[in-house]
């Protein structure tokens, strides 16, 4: 994992460095003429270089912390006429998380998923349009369709596990991935990939996510190198095997319970009804964020339960009680109740985010109030960054956090108060984070309560029924 952690940390240096040389050969930044309040404190020159050799020797943690140290909670690094601002701790971040998108947005930075997802939905549309697409996706994963996926999940985990012996050893990671999408087959496209087409479209879906997030597609998405014209080729065979899905449910009047006929039966505010192109797009977006969070979090949770004796005995008791209470008709409600695995998954998250930091582009000033009272003024033009990972290990809001203490958010605790932002909702839980808390129960189902689990050689996971 630290290997994995330090190649991650490397290609954002690389990025980061990428963009600012070619920012700033290609363009001045803009700044609304009128400051009122003063800058927040700045690294440059000298200073600057400092920092980049902390970022590629130690790490962008060690980077941020060292400046956070000195500077405080709003700092700016300055690279000729480009400027990132970062934004530590919650008193700082509300506008970042909450701002208009005519005030903040993610401008251009995520233009390498719009050969991913598909130039129809996502930063390939304008602001207005994606902003019904992704109330399409909100109504689509509501807490009262939600209810009804909780059963195939179940059963999905269950038949899973049930191929297994009565011991062995697996590889957790590659198992949760496979598992969870077997549930995103079921629950979000549909018996007809479930059933007939898995194997193949879980082939490519791996084609595309692979190759569309490596080094050269971020950098140069629309290049003609190796890695986008399998991301193409891949995206294309997709796209072919979903259209041939939703024609057909069209045709003969099909209508299913997943996700994929919500976005179907989805209409605009003009009263127009999406196209193929916009609903392929919409279910693979779905997917590709689903399947990235979900399996980080289910391993990572998995992992730190593993090495926990006290916390996976605590989730194993409050299993058993609640199969005792709900017997084989586990659903919904059953996952709500999971009150001590949601403190273990949320534990996970504040340590181990999906996404590290979050990233957006200023397009008109703003203020920030830091906790002690300062008042900083940031200029349109400026990248901000708001390092989650980093977030979650502050002090000042979690008791001791390098210690894995599902308890902080428990009743008396509650340190989860002014966190939040694992998911990228900024404190707000979203339609989307229910969905992965309930893919993440679904996988930490233990229906009988007798499983076993110890740590196995090379990282390894051994399981026994006892």
Same mark, same amino acid.
């Given at each position: 994992m630290?290997?994995?952690?330090?190649?991650? $940390?490397?290609?954002?240096?690389?990025?980061?460095?990428?963009?600012?040389i070619?920012?700033?050969?290609?363009?001045g930044i803009?700044?609304?003429?009128?400051?009122?309040?003063?800058?927040?404190?700045?690294?440059?020159?000298v200073?600057?270089?400092?920092?980049?050799?902390?970022l590629?020797?130690?790490?962008l943690q060690?980077?941020?912390?060292d400046?956070?140290?000195?500077l405080?909670?709003?700092?700016?690094?300055?690279?000729?006429?480009?400027?990132?601002?970062?934004?530590i701790?919650p008193e700082v971040?509300?506008h970042?998380?909450?701002?208009? *998108?005519?005030?903040?947005s993610?401008?251009n930075?995520?233009e390498f998923?719009?050969p991913m997802?598909g130039k129809?939905v996502?930063?390939g549309?304008d602001?207005?349009?994606?902003n019904?697409?992704?109330?399409?996706s909100y109504?689509?994963?509501?807490p009262?369709?939600?209810?009804?996926?909780?059963g195939p999940?179940?059963?999905e985990?269950?038949?899973?596990?049930?191929? $297994?012996?009565?011991?062995g050893m697996?590889d957790?990671? #590659?198992?949760?991935?496979?598992l969870l999408?077997?549930?995103?087959g079921?629950c979000l496209?549909?018996?007809?990939?479930r059933?007939?087409?898995?194997?193949?479209?879980?082939?490519l879906?791996h084609?595309?996510?692979?190759n569309?997030?490596?080094?050269?597609?971020v950098?140069f998405?629309y290049?003609?190198?190796?890695?986008?014209?399998?991301r193409?080729?891949a995206?294309?065979?997709?796209?072919?095997?979903?259209?041939?899905?939703v024609?057909?449910r069209k045709?003969?009047d099909?209508?299913?319970?997943?996700?994929?006929?919500?976005?179907?039966?989805?209409?605009?505010?003009?009263g127009r009804s999406?196209?193929e192109?916009?609903?392929?797009?919409?279910i693979?977006?779905?997917?590709f964020?689903g399947?990235h969070?979900?399996?980080?979090?289910?391993?990572?949770?998995?992992?730190?339960?593993?090495?926990?004796?006290?916390s996976?005995a605590?989730?194993?008791?409050? #299993?058993k009680?609640i199969?005792?209470?709900?017997? *084989?008709?586990l659903?919904?409600?059953?996952?709500?109740?999971?009150?001590?695995l949601?403190r273990c998954?949320?534990?996970t998250?504040?340590i181990?985010?999906?996404?590290?930091?979050?990233?957006?582009?200023?397009?008109?000033?703003?203020?920030v109030?830091t906790?002690?009272?300062?008042?900083y003024e940031?200029?349109r033009?400026?990248?901000?960054i708001?390092?989650?990972?980093f977030? @979650?290990?502050?002090?000042?809001?979690?008791?001791?956090?390098?210690?894995?203490?599902?308890?902080?958010?428990?009743? @008396?605790?509650?340190?989860?108060?002014? @966190?939040g932002?694992?998911?990228g909702?900024?404190?707000? $839980?979203r339609e989307?984070d229910?969905?992965?808390?309930?893919?993440?129960?679904g996988?930490?189902?233990?229906?009988d309560?007798?499983?076993? $689990?110890?740590?196995?050689?090379?990282?390894?996971?051994t399981?026994?029924?006892?």
């Amino acid at each position: 994992m630290d290997m994995a952690n330090g190649v991650v $940390w490397f290609t954002i240096a690389v990025v980061f460095i990428t963009v600012v040389i070619s920012k700033a050969t290609k363009r001045g930044i803009m700044f609304d003429p009128k400051c009122n309040r003063p800058h927040p404190p700045t690294v440059k020159g000298v200073s600057f270089l400092r920092v980049l050799h902390t970022l590629l020797s130690k790490g962008l943690q060690a980077m941020i912390h060292d400046q956070y140290t000195k500077l405080g909670t709003v700092f700016t690094i300055s690279f000729f006429q480009f400027k990132v601002t970062f934004l530590i701790g919650p008193e700082v971040s509300a506008h970042f998380y909450q701002g208009l *998108d005519s005030e903040i947005s993610h401008g251009n930075m995520i233009e390498f998923t719009v050969p991913m997802l598909g130039k129809e939905v996502g930063y390939g549309v304008d602001t207005a349009t994606r902003n019904e697409q992704s109330r399409f996706s909100y109504d689509a994963l509501k807490p009262s369709k939600l209810r009804s996926h909780a059963g195939p999940m179940i059963q999905e985990v269950g038949e899973y596990f049930a191929k $297994w012996g009565q011991q062995g050893m697996v590889d957790l990671k #590659q198992e949760l991935d496979k598992l969870l999408m077997l549930i995103s087959g079921r629950c979000l496209l549909g018996k007809e990939v479930r059933e007939k087409m898995f194997d193949e479209f879980f082939t490519l879906f791996h084609e595309l996510s692979d190759n569309g997030m490596c080094l050269t597609s971020v950098l140069f998405p629309y290049a003609p190198t190796p890695s986008n014209r399998r991301r193409d080729k891949a995206r294309a065979k997709l796209s072919e095997m979903l259209t041939e899905i939703v024609r057909s449910r069209k045709k003969y009047d099909n209508v299913e319970s997943d996700v994929l006929q919500n976005l179907i039966d989805s209409k605009y505010a003009d009263g127009r009804s999406t196209t193929e192109a916009e609903v392929i797009g919409l279910i693979i977006t779905l997917l590709f964020l689903g399947k990235h969070t979900s399996t980080i979090t289910s391993v990572w949770t998995g992992a730190h339960l593993l090495a926990s004796t006290r916390s996976l005995a605590s989730v194993l008791e409050e #299993q058993k009680k609640i199969v005792r209470k709900y017997g *084989d008709d586990l659903d919904y409600n059953a996952f709500l109740e999971m009150d001590t695995l949601h403190r273990c998954i949320k534990e996970t998250l504040r340590i181990h985010p999906p996404v590290p930091m979050f990233r957006r582009k200023v397009h008109k000033n703003f203020t920030v109030q830091t906790k002690d009272g300062n008042e900083y003024e940031i200029h349109r033009g400026h990248t901000l960054i708001s390092p989650v990972q980093f977030n @979650g290990n502050l002090p000042h809001i979690y008791k001791d956090p390098d210690v894995y203490d599902p308890d902080r958010f428990g009743p @008396g605790r509650e340190e989860d108060r002014v @966190g939040g932002v694992e998911l990228g909702g900024g404190g707000r $839980w979203r339609e989307e984070d229910q969905v992965e808390m309930c893919r993440a129960d679904g996988c930490g189902v233990v229906k009988d309560g007798r499983e076993a $689990w110890t740590d196995g050689p090379g990282g390894r996971v051994t399981g026994r029924s006892g």
